[in-house]
């Protein structure tokens, strides 16, 4: 075993001998865990149509509580991520692990006998506060089980797990569906639960911050609180199809004066969930801007082509998730080899190219038309998954290796942090931005129709079309002119989609490093350094 006076590695070799050799067994065990937490919400984004179907089949939901559905998990998720990465920091990672898992099965299998969206909601958000304990802590144990030189290909296969949750994860939910009740999907997490835990009991080692800091209540309330107030508004704005609604605006204004607080308490305190001065380095930033500005467009298009494929075009939810299927193999094909083309070209162009390419991606469902060839939608996937890849590895290593090892968890939780608060915000900004344009194309289309259900038919496709089948032959007349609002709603969604990923390439091309030279190990963490002095 080499010693830190060798200089075999850039940290020396920190890694008990006995962890090391079964690294790789660890870092499948922790891919298992990000699995169940990956595959929830892509298993969710193929059962919203079932979900919005009425009794017996689903819930009844609205556009607005389907969006809650997701929102209500990412929220709770998104807000206590800070406190989740202290409290592993401080107290253990594979204690938080264990703990968040079995809060996260317990979550999973109450949401699958939900009796309303209500409870649905309620009980996604008890599956947020299990995930908010799983995710950070994954990548945390990872940077304490790798040296540093191996690190870079850990996390991207790592990334590449996402990339299989996102495959397995719109399958799954198709075979559920065509076999059982909607709530199977969330039923379907017990079992990945129980067979996580047992692994871990038996592979993981536990690690922690020899130094950690307190915990800070005030400013987890205020992050849950101002995070929750802004999307809201957000929500109730695309509801409304009207953003200038005086409660909408008072709502978001009080989202952003609370979160305004949260960074100016965060930066007073002794000890804050979030130590601002990190954002100082202008690196670590762009890769923390580049994660949330890349999530806030996918979710936001992902909510969407699900209901291109299956209303406008007439899939089942199984063949939705193997249409989707390329979009998942291009993150398992080149997330794990993201870092050859850094180690040639550098995390500025890389990253760079590759949200030019999900910008032109998402461009190309502005084409995208009822007829449009099948063919052409799987290229569209496949380019986006490719382009997201060299994204997610990339920033990942540079967020990881810009904080000290100890800090893993807290450097985890800000990287998962903005990535869950990006699609949050994608969620909420683009699903109201389609859920106004579609009730604006289709109004003038409802006007027969009485008052109150004509209100309910504009919400969304799904909503017009269920009206439409009450209706029987009369609503037939409704099915064309909604299949014509909703593309164009979607293609409106997709181009604000491109041009806020056009933003997050601009933001690396001028603020990420290029291409290192090999004398500069760690350029970073001296920046860092010198950025909190």
């Known amino acids: 075993m080499t010693t830190p006076a060798d200089g075999a590695a850039p940290t020396g070799r920190r890694i008990p001998e006995a962890v090391h050799r079964r690294r790789w067994a660890i870092l499948g065990v922790l891919m298992l865990s990000l699995l169940i937490v990956v595959l929830d919400n892509s298993i969710l984004n193929v059962a919203i149509k079932t979900i919005s179907t009425p009794a017996p089949t689903g819930l009844g939901a609205t556009q607005s509580e389907l969006e809650w559905a997701i929102n209500a998990y990412t929220l709770v998720f998104a807000g206590l991520l800070f406190t989740a990465g202290l409290l592993g920091d401080r107290l253990g990672r594979k204690k938080v692990l264990l703990g968040g898992l079995a809060v996260f099965g317990v979550g999973s299998a109450f949401a699958a006998f939900s009796g309303s969206p209500g409870e649905l909601v309620t009980f996604r958000a008890v599956m947020g506060l299990g995930a908010a304990f799983v995710m950070p802590a994954t990548l945390a144990v990872l940077m304490n089980v790798f040296e540093r030189e191996e690190q870079p290909k850990a996390i991207g296969i790592w990334a590449g797990g996402v990339g299989l949750a996102i495959a397995i994860g719109p399958i799954t939910g198709g075979v559920l569906l065509d076999h059982f009740w909607w709530g199977s999907v969330f039923l379907i997490n017990v079992p990945i639960v129980l067979l996580a835990l047992g692994l871990m009991l038996w592979l993981v080692p536990d690690s922690r911050d020899p130094r950690p800091g307190r915990l800070d209540p005030v400013g987890v309330v205020l992050s849950v609180v101002g995070l929750v107030l802004l999307v809201y508004g957000i929500i109730k704005g695309g509801q409304l199809a009207d953003f200038t609604d005086a409660t909408v605006l008072a709502t978001i204004g009080a989202g952003l004066a609370v979160l305004v607080a949260f ?271």
Not at 285 to 310: D, E
Not at 382 to 401: D, E, K, R, Y
Request: glycine share 8%.
């Open 263 to 533: 960074v100016v308490f965060e930066k007073r305190s002794a000890h804050p969930s979030i130590d601002v001065t990190y954002f100082k380095n202008k690196v670590f930033s762009a890769a923390i801007a580049a994660i949330a500005l890349v999530f806030f467009a996918l979710m936001g298009v992902t909510f969407f082509s699900v209901f291109y494929t299956q209303s406008v075009r007439g899939y089942s939810p199984l063949e939705t998730g193997l249409l989707m299927l390329p979009l998942a193999a291009a993150q398992m094909i080149f997330a794990p080899r993201a870092r050859l083309l850094v180690d040639r070209f550098g995390n500025k162009a890389t990253t760079t190219a590759g949200l030019l390419v999900i910008a032109a991606m998402l461009a190309a469902f502005a084409t995208l038309d009822a007829d449009t060839p099948i063919w052409v939608l799987e290229v569209v996937f496949f380019l986006m998954g490719t382009g997201m890849a060299h994204i997610m590895t990339p920033v990942s290593v540079v967020i990881m290796q810009a904080l000290p090892r100890e800090k893993a968890g807290s450097a985890s939780a800000l990287s998962n942090t903005f990535r869950q608060v990006g699609g949050a915000l994608g969620i909420a900004v683009l699903g109201s931005v389609l859920s106004t344009a579609y009730r604006t194309g289709i109004e003038d289309k409802l006007g027969a129709l009485p008052p109150g259900l004509r209100h309910t038919a504009g919400e969304s496709i799904e909503a017009t079309l269920g009206v439409a089948a009450k209706l029987g032959p009369r609503g037939e007349a409704l099915v064309a002119p909604a299949h014509d609002a909703f593309l164009h709603a979607m293609h409106v969604t997709a181009l604000w989609g491109a041009g806020v990923a056009l933003v997050g390439a601009v933001v690396v091309a001028l603020f990420l490093p290029g291409r290192q030279p090999a004398a500069q190990p760690g350029r970073e963490e001296r920046e860092l350094s010198d950025a909190r002095s």
